[in-house]
C-alpha cells in the first residue's frame, strides 16, 4: 500500500472499504493480462458488495482468460475530500492501480438515484464525464443494470449499455474490444461494431427529435443500429455460471450470506413492479443444481447463511423439496436458512417452521394497498381474508412481529384507498390482541413509500402525485392510523426526483450534470439529498421536472424508452392499464399465459411460469 | 474437543480490520478450512473464539493471540489449513493447546515509527527520550463518564526513541496492560512541543510479556 493512500486510511471511517484484500478476491500477474475492467458499484462497499449481479458478473469476467476484473465503490464523502485533497485518482480495490488506464469502466445502474455518483467516480477516475470529451477507444464506460430500460438520462456521459442480463453479452462486448484494439479502430469503429451486438444500445447513434412542447417527436437510429434495441437473456438456468467462489467481505456488509437465485422473472404481473416486467420470461434453476450450489458456496465462503433470493421466493414450485434438500446439509453445519419475498396467499407455516427451528423473528408482507379494490387495480393479489388468516396462524404461533408495505400515490387512488390502509393496519392489531400467544403481544409496523412509475409496466403513462398531494396523504393518514402501531414513511422529495430520472429523456442529462456541479451525490442517502439544489439545478438547465414525474402521457406519445425493449410488448401494457383503471385483476401467469410477448425471447418461446 | 491458543500476526491491508472484522473472519476461515468450532447454545449460535487484548483499527501486530475451542480436528494441522483459509495479511504462526492464561499477561511491546515531512527538529530522539521520562505526564484521555485525566507514565514501563533517518525515528515502547490497557496512540497526543509532533505515525505490536517480562505464548 503506498503512504500517500495509508497516510488518508488513518483519518478516515470504515477504512476497511478501500483496502481490498478480502478472501476471494482475484489477484493476477499482470503480464497475463490484457483486458482491465473497473467493475464500479455507484453506491458504498457495504451495499455495493451486496449485490448478486455484481458478484456474478465480477466471477464470470475473472474467469475469462486475459481478462482482470477489479471492484471499485463510492467512496464516502470523508474518504472522498481526503483522496482530492492527497490528489488520489480512483483505483481498483484488487491492485490499488487508478482505473483511468483501464479498458473498461463498467457501472451498474440499480437506482435512479445513484446516478449523480456515477458521475462523481468518473470525475474522480480523472477522466471527462461526457462521453464525447473522451476520445481515445479505452477505457469504454459502459453500464447495465435494471435501470439501463431507461438509459436516456445517462446517454451522453455513457459510451454504451447493454440491456438485460450480462453473462453473455459482457464477453461478446470484451472481444469485440479486443479486436479493435488489435486493429487500432477508433472509439467510434469499435461502438459501430459493438452496435451489432444483440442487446447492445449505444446512445450517440440515435438521434431524438422533440415537439415544442417537449415532447419527443422521433427517435431515429444511425451507424446502423437497430431502431430497437431488445434485452438478451441467459436461456438455460440451470448451466448460466454461479459464482460459488465469491469474494468474501472482511467487514461488515448489508446482505453478508450465500444468495440463492431461484429463478428470473415472475409469475404475479403486479402493475406497478419495474422487474416483475423487465426479467421476464420465467426460468427456473432445478432444485438438486440450487442445493448443490448453496453448499458448495458456504464451504467456499465459510457462510453460516444461505438466503434464498428471487422475486417471489414462495411462487417457486419446488420450494419444499429445496429447503428440505438444503437443510439436510444446513443443521448439522450451523447454517441458517433464509427466505425473504413470501407472500400472504401461498405462505406455508410447515416450511416457515422448518426453516426457523429455533427463532421465530418478525413476519414481513407486502399488500402494498389498504382496499381490495386498489389491491385489484394494481393486480397485487392478496385479498384480505389471506392476510387475516396468514396472521391469525402466526400470532398464535408466537410471532412477535409483523411489517407491512404500502405505497400511496398510485393511480386510481382515491382518499379512502389511503384511509384504508390505516383501517387495515387497525384491524390486524385487534386480531393481534385477541390471537397473541407471545406474552409481549405483537408489535405492528407500517411503512408507506410513495409511487414511482416506472418506465415498461403498465403505469408508465401515469403521472404521480405532486409532492403537496403526497404529503397530504401522508398526514391523512397519520390522523388514521391507529395508536400502538408503528408508522414509518418515506420522504416524498426523494420519490419525486427518482420519478423525473426513472422516466426522463436525455435532456435531463443536463439537470444531472448541475446538480453534480453543485456538489449533488448520494442522494438516496437523506443526510446527503438536498431538493433546494436540485431545483436550482433543473431551474438552471431550462428543465421542468414535473413534465417528466407529474405529467399524465398520452398512450399515443412516443416514450423516451421506446426504443429500449425488455421483451414485453407495449399492447400487453395498455391492456394491462385499461383493466387497472376497472379494477380488474389479471391472473398469474401460471394460472393463464397473459400474451405479455416476452415468452419470443426464449428458445421454443414456451415460458416456465 | 481442543482448546486452542493461536498466535497469528495482522499485517498490510489487514490492520485495517476491527476486532470484531477479525473475529469474523477467523470463524469463516475455521469453517472454509472446515474444522468445526465450538458455539455458544442458544438462538444465536456463535463460535467460541476470543483475542487478547484487541489491536485498535490501523495498527499491525507481530503476536497476536486468538484463543479458541475447536471439535475436533489436530493441534498438527490447524496452522497450515488456517492459513490457505485467512485473508491476506492475516497469518496463523502458531497452534497449540494454551500454557498460561490470557490474564497472566503484563505488558505489550510496540514499536511506533515518526515520520516527518520536513526534516526532523535537532535531537529529537533526545528530547523525546527525555520527555517521556518524566514520571508526571498529565493526559486528557476519553472515559465513559467524559474526558479523565490521567498520569501517562503509569501507563509505560519504557519509551525509548532512535534515529532510523533524517525524517524517520522509531520508538520502543513497552505498555503495561495488567490493568487498563492504553492505546500507544496517547504518547502521540503527549507531545506539547509542536516541531517534536510527526506528521504520520505507524503502530506496530510486537508481541506480549508477563510481568517478568519473558515472551508470553
Keep these: 500500500m503506498n503512504e500517500k493512500l ?172 479486443r479486436k479493435s484494439k488489435r486493429e487500432c479502430a477508433s472509439k ?43 434485452k438478451r437473456i441467459i436461456q438455460d438456468m440451470d448451466k448460466v455460471y454461479y459464482p460459488v467462489k465469491t469474494v ?60 434464498l433470493s428471487s422475486l417471489s421466493t414462495s411462487d417457486y414450485r419446488q420450494i419444499n423439496e429445496l429447503c428440505e434438500g438444503l437443510l439436510e446439509w444446513c443443521e448439522p453445519h450451523n447454517t441458517n436458512l433464509s427466505l425473504p419475498s413470501l407472500r400472504a396467499d401461498n405462505f406455508s407455516f410447515e416450511l416457515m417452521d422448518k426453516v426457523q427451528k429455533v427463532r421465530k423473528s418478525g413476519l414481513t408482507f407486502a399488500p402494498e394497498a389498504g382496499t381490495q379494490r386498489l389491491r385489484d387495480a394494481i393486480n397485487k393479489n392478496v385479498r384480505e381474508e389471506d392476510l387475516e388468516n396468514t396472521c391469525r396462524i402466526a400470532f398464535e404461533g408466537g410471532y412477535g412481529t409483523l411489517k407491512l408495505y404500502f405505497m400511496i400515490g398510485l393511480p386510481t387512488e382515491t382518499d379512502e384507498d389511503v384511509i384504508g390502509i390505516a383501517k387495515l393496519a387497525y384491524r390486524m392489531h385487534q386480531l393481534a390482541k385477541k390471537t397473541a400467544a407471545s406474552k409481549r403481544g405483537v408489535k405492528i409496523t407500517v411503512s408507506v413509500s410513495c409511487f414511482v412509475p416506472k418506465p415498461h409496466t403498465p403505469f408508465q403513462w401515469d403521472g404521480q402525485n405532486t409532492i403537496e398531494e403526497l404529503v397530504r396523504k401522508q398526514k391523512l393518514l397519520l390522523e388514521h392510523m391507529p395508536r400502538g402501531v408503528t408508522f414509518n414513511w418515506h420522504a416524498p422529495d426523494t420519490s419525486f426526483l427518482e420519478a423525473v430520472f426513472a422516466r426522463g429523456d436525455r435532456r435531463v442529462a443536463d439537470a444531472l450534470e448541475k446538480a453534480w456541479r453543485l456538489g449533488c451525490k448520494f442522494d438516496g442517502w437523506g443526510e446527503f439529498f438536498s431538493l433546494g439544489k436540485w431545483m436550482e439545478a433543473f431551474k438552471t438547465a431550462g428543465i421542468d421536472p414535473a413534465f417528466y414525474a407529474n405529467r399524465e402521457r398520452a398512450e399515443d406519445e412516443i416514450l423516451p424508452w421506446d426504443h429500449l425493449s425488455p421483451g414485453v410488448s407495449k399492447r400487453h401494457l395498455r391492456r394491462e392499464r385499461e383493466k387497472a383503471y376497472k379494477s380488474e385483476i389479471t391472473p398469474d401467469c401460471r394460472a393463464k399465459c397473459t400474451g405479455c410477448g416476452a415468452n419470443r425471447l426464449l428458445d421454443g418461446g414456451k415460458c416456465d411460469a | 474437543m481442543l482448546k486452542l491458543r493461536i498466535m497469528f500476526s495482522k499485517s498490510g491491508t489487514a490492520a485495517y480490520l476491527s476486532h470484531l472484522d477479525v473475529m469474523r473472519t477467523f470463524a469463516r476461515s475455521f469453517m472454509r478450512a472446515g474444522i468445526p468450532l465450538r458455539h455458544t447454545e442458544g438462538f444465536n449460535p456463535h463460535p467460541y473464539l476470543s483475542i487478547a487484548h484487541p489491536l485498535p483499527v490501523g495498527f499491525t501486530g507481530g503476536r497476536e493471540i486468538l484463543d479458541c475451542e475447536v471439535l475436533a480436528g489436530d493441534a498438527g494441522s490447524v496452522k497450515d489449513r488456517l492459513n490457505a483459509s485467512l485473508p491476506a495479511g492475516l497469518e496463523v504462526l502458531s497452534a497449540s493447546a494454551p500454557v498460561k492464561p490470557v490474564s497472566d499477561i503484563a505488558y505489550a511491546e510496540y514499536r511506533i515509527a515518526y515520520l516527518y515531512d520536513s526534516k526532523m527538529p535537532d535531537r529529537a ?27 501517562l507514565p503509569d501507563y509505560y514501563k519504557s519509551v525509548e526513541f532512535s534515529k532510523v533517518s533524517d525524517r524517520e525515528l522509531s520508538a520502543a515502547a513497552v505498555m503495561t496492560v495488567a490493568n487498563a490497557p492504553l492505546n500507544p496512540i496517547y504518547l502521540t497526543r503527549a507531545i506539547f512541543e509542536d516541531d517534536l509532533r510527526p506528521d504520520f505515525s505507524r503502530c506496530h505490536r510486537t508481541g506480549f510479556f508477563d510481568s517478568d517480562m519473558v515472551p508470553f505464548v
Design chain 1, 6 to 177: 495509508e497516510r488518508i486510511l488513518s483519518r478516515v471511517e470504515k477504512p476497511a472499504r478501500y483496502t481490498g484484500g478480502e478472501y476471494g478476491s482475484y489477484v493476477f500477474d499482470k503480464s497475463e493480462i490484457d483486458t482491465r475492467i473497473a467493475f464500479c458499484f455507484p453506491d458504498v462497499y457495504e451495499i455495493g458488495m451486496s449485490n448478486l449481479g455484481m458478484k456474478i458478473l465480477y466471477g464470470l469476467s475473472n474467469e475469462m482468460p486475459g481478462v482482470w476484473c477489479e471492484r471499485v465503490f463510492a467512496p464516502w464523502p470523508d474518504m472522498e475530500n481526503e483522496m482530492r485533497k492527497a490528489g488520489i485518482a480512483l483505483y481498483g480495490l484488487e491492485s490499488g492501480d487508478p482505473i483511468a488506464g483501464f479498458d473498461f469502466i463498467w457501472f451498474t445502474l440499480q437506482y435512479e438515484l445513484s446516478y449523480t455518483n456515477i458521475l462523481n467516480m468518473i470525475d474522480l477516475a480523472g477522466l471527462p464525464i461526457r462521453s464525447e470529451e473522451r476520445k481515445g477507444l479505452a477505457p469504454v464506460i459502459m453500464a447495465g443494470g435494471s435501470c439501463a430500460f431507461n438509459a436516456e438520462p445517462l446517454a451522453p456521459f455513457i459510451d454504451l449499455f447493454v440491456l438485460g442480463e450480462g453473462e453473455e453479452v459482457n464477453a461478446e462486448v470484451i472481444e469485440c474490444y
Design chain 1, 248 to 307: 468474501v467481505p472482511s467487514t461488515e456488509i448489508v446482505h453478508d450470506r450465500v444468495m440463492l437465485e431461484l429463478f428470473r422473472g415472475c409469475i404475479r404481473g403486479c402493475r406497478f413492479c419495474q422487474a416483475g416486467y423487465i426479467y421476464r420470461p420465467v426460468r427456473c434453476k432445478t432444485p438438486e443444481v440450487l442445493i448443490n450450489q448453496g453448499i458448495e458456496a458456504c464451504k467456499y465462503s465459510g457462510y453460516e447463511e444461505i438466503s
Design chain 1, 188 to 230: 467510434q469503429e469499435f461502438l459501430r461494431r459493438a452496435a451489432t451486438i444483440k442487446g447492445v444500445y449505444v446512445p450517440s447513434f440515435y438521434e431524438v427529435e422533440y415537439y415544442d412542447d417537449g415532447r419527443i417527436k422521433s427517435v431515429a437510429a444511425t451507424n446502423g443500429a437497430p431502431a430497437v434495441v431488445e
Design chain 2, 125 to 151: 530522539a533526545e528530547r523525546l527520550n527525555a520527555f517521556f521520562s518524566s514520571p508526571v505526564i498529565k493526559v486528557k484521555k476519553k472515559g465513559k463518564k467524559g474526558p479523565v485525566e490521567i498520569n
